[in-house]
């Protein structure tokens, strides 16, 4: 029987009953239920709206079902609508007429607007932990390979070359504002949406102070049809999940192609790595595929949850209730990308020789040698001529720049001497990058000092949390 057999003469469909559950997706909020639930009895005694003795008993009676729902001694019914009325009809059949009294001025609507956001609020500082991890993990590893020279690219073509170091820290900065996108969504979700009611507020005199500082929450939200009816909090988290995504998609191709036979910059940890079915010889980077191929499902997530709200009149609608398949996913998905990636990260082997000589061809030096007739005076431009012909005759002779006889330098341009050569020597080009930002060890030790601090503010705050 319905909570609102009064008003109807028909049990609903079988169909309708199915098709507008959403127990077997919110089932998963059922503490951060409990846990509004308890603050809202407690709010409701203290300022005299139900008995003291009603709001204890309903307090025990929703620790009892959180113990049981957690030991499993308690199912969800996959009959009941959702979490709400799963766990107000089970607290009714525990404790009788005064758990009829806990949804005296609430509504679902303001409800599960609450539930998202503890819900969310706690996911957020799980993955912050988890992108954390990977920044250390990168952190290290860059410390390694400060001498590690690779090829640089743009247009997947060898460009100029830089170290994996700086490489990973290009990474590093990428997620530490993938962090700072979550704390901003995070810092959003700090107003209490709790007695915003259906979407008029109520007519008791509720304290929405009390239950937003007993729930954690910096303030109550100003305007209860705004409380109950936007879900930009989970739109604004989504987007930076897929933002958070595409990083690690970009890097797992790289990856992928790291461990290729055309680049074997890398070779991935066999525990990190798998067969295949029928070619004895293969060794797949599935993992890094999967978050490619995974991204794809988070923007998804996104797109699905902005088109939901587009077209909704306020207050609250019921496609709304479409918003928690996709949140969950995308939180779902990042979780398991992160913890599968930074392992996998950390375990993998650097070729480091095979990068050294990928860096050697390629002519990545020509930009430098281009520099040293600058630096003696010569335009930037006609020396970017005159190296251009020079790696021509290069391409020609099957030579390097490294390898073309001084003569045929000092035929180019006659500021040519013998100190080309240690000028444009690969670990020349990478030490002499000392720009801010630029590969060079030095520069690379500066960029991973303000990591490290970002790490230290990190940690910082969790404890402070
Ligand atoms: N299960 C619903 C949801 O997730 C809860 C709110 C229901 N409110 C309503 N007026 N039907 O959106």
């Keep these: 029987m319905k909570l609102w057999a009064g008003r109807f003469s028909k049990e609903a469909d079988e169909r309708v009953n199915d098709f507008n559950s959403s127990i077997r997706f919110d089932c998963r909020m059922f503490a951060q239920d409990i846990t509004g639930s308890m603050a809202h009895a407690q709010m409701l005694a203290d300022q005299g709206i139900i008995a003291a003795d009603d709001a204890r008993k309903i307090r025990e009676g929703l620790a009892g079902i959180l113990e049981d729902l957690k030991s499993g001694a308690l199912a969800f019914d996959p009959q009941a609508e959702d979490i ?21 001025a609430r509504s679902r609507n303001d409800q599960v607007a609450l539930d998202l956001r503890l819900y969310l609020r706690e996911e957020i500082l799980q993955i912050q932990a988890l992108i954390s991890e990977l920044l250390e993990t990168l ?11 690779m090829p640089g690219y743009t247009h997947l073509q060898r460009a100029q070359p830089i170290t994996l170091a700086h490489h990973f820290m290009a990474y590093a900065n990428m997620l530490m504002r993938d962090m700072g996108r979550l704390k901003d969504a995070a810092s959003r979700m700090e107003e209490c949406p ?20 007993a729930l954690g929450f910096s303030r109550p939200m100003a305007n209860s049809l705004d409380g109950v009816s936007d879900r930009d909090y989970a739109v604004e988290l989504c987007c930076a999940f897929a933002l958070l995504m595409t990083h690690l998609s970009r890097f797992s191709e790289e990856i992928i192609l790291w461990c290729s036979w055309e680049f074997k910059f ?28 995974k991204t794809g499902r ?36 990042v979780k398991l990308c992160l913890r599968t990636f930074t392992p996998m990260l950390r375990t993998m082997r650097v070729l480091k020789e095979n990068m050294r000589t990928a860096a050697a061809k390629g002519f990545l030096n020509a930009t430098d040698c281009a520099d040293y007739l600058t630096k003696k005076g010569v335009p930037f431009r006609d020396a970017y001529k005159v190296t251009g012909s020079l790696v021509a005759q290069c391409i020609e002779k099957g030579l390097t720049l490294e390898t073309l006889p001084l003569e045929d330098y000092q035929k180019a341009h006659p500021l040519f001497d013998e100190t080309i050569y240690p000028a444009i020597a690969l670990d020349t080009c990478v030490s002499c990058r000392t720009s801010q930002g630029g590969p060079a060890p030095s520069s690379v030790e500066k960029q991973i000092a303000l990591a490290e601090a970002f790490l230290q503010g990190c940690q910082k705050e969790e404890n402070h949390g």
């Excluded at 799963?86 to 949804?103: P, Y």
């Excluded at 929405?208 to 500082?213: D, I, K, L």
């Excluded at 699905?304 to 779902?332: C, H, R, W």
């Design 139 to 149: 952190v290290s590893l860059a410390k390694e390979h400060l001498n590690t020279i």
């Design 194 to 213: 709790l007695g915003c009611g259906a979407l008029a507020g109520v007519t008791y005199p509720i304290d929405r102070e009390a239950t937003a500082a």
């Design 298 to 333: 988070v923007t998804g997530d996104l797109v699905t949850l902005l088109t939901m709200m587009k077209g909704i009149p306020l207050a609250y609608n019921k496609d709304m209730q479409e918003d928690k398949e996709s949140i969950f996913d995308a939180v779902d998905t």
């Design 266 to 293: 890398i070779e991935l940890d066999d525990a990190f790595a798998t067969g295949s079915s029928i070619m004895p010889q293969k060794k797949n980077p599935d993992v890094t595929e999967l978050i490619r191929g």
């Design 84 to 104: 709400h009325m799963f766990v107000e009809q089970e607290l009714t059949r525990r404790i009788g007429d005064a758990g009829k009294r806990l949804h005296t």
